[in-house]
């Protein structure tokens, strides 16, 4: 969603993903987790990121899988985000995007990606028991500031004769109408070499 260096964190995302040998599918309905890439930089990025979100965590009402939303939205939302939709699984900012396995790991083991209240069985001796249980979300988010040297490498995915090329992110000024510093951080600028 949102802007091209979007593409190119989710090309990051997919070949992290693929390192830590998770298959790639873009069919929701056989995938048991669905990763959104926010977008938040103008009014129109943000509706979208937020219909996208909420489009995504209804058809867990059809099949349970683990919602993870990644990107700006997190990065500068999501106290308020984890509130209003506590249907998603992993609030992950920008710097984190190497810990992307990590939480998905980690829900997965814990089987607790059912949905807002799941039921679960506790054995104790031979009783056998239901309980509610209210999962809390994951929310990795930190300071942004070098995340771009950091991320990981990029493979390309794409289906056009180009792809973009991340050289540099985030921004020293503090416009008013901006939000970008917020989100991103410092401009960081990539050395030829990388």
């Keep these: 969603l949102g802007c091209?260096?979007?593409e190119y964190d989710s090309d990051c995302i997919r070949h992290i993903l693929e390192e830590n040998d998770f298959l790639i599918t873009k069919n929701?309905?056989?995938?048991?987790?669905?990763?959104?890439?926010t977008c938040c930089f103008i009014d129109h990025a943000k509706e979208e990121s937020i219909e996208t979100i909420l489009e995504v965590a209804q058809l867990k009402e059809e099949k349970s899988f683990i919602l993870i939303v990644f990107g700006c939205m997190p990065q500068r939302y999501y106290k308020e985000l984890s509130k209003e939709i506590p249907e998603v699984n992993g609030w992950v900012g920008l710097s984190k995007m190497s810990s992307l396995p990590d939480v998905i790991s980690t829900i997965l083991n814990?089987?607790?990606?059912?949905d807002k209240k799941i039921k679960y069985k506790k054995c104790q001796k031979n009783l056998v028991e239901k309980q509610d249980f209210i999962f809390k979300p994951i929310c990795?988010?930190?300071?942004?500031?070098?995340?771009?040297?950091?991320?990981p490498k990029r493979k390309f995915y794409g289906e056009l004769p180009y792809t973009y090329l991340k050289i540099a992110d985030g921004c020293d000024h503090t416009c008013t109408f901006c939000d970008i510093p917020n989100i991103k951080g410092k401009h960081e600028s990539r050395i030829p070499k990388e």
């Design 140 to 151: 990795l988010v930190e300071n942004v500031n070098g995340w771009v040297k950091k991320q």
């Design 28 to 37: 929701i309905k056989k995938a048991d987790v669905a990763i959104i890439n």
């Design 110 to 114: 814990n089987r607790l990606y059912l």
């Design 4 to 6: 091209p260096k979007n």
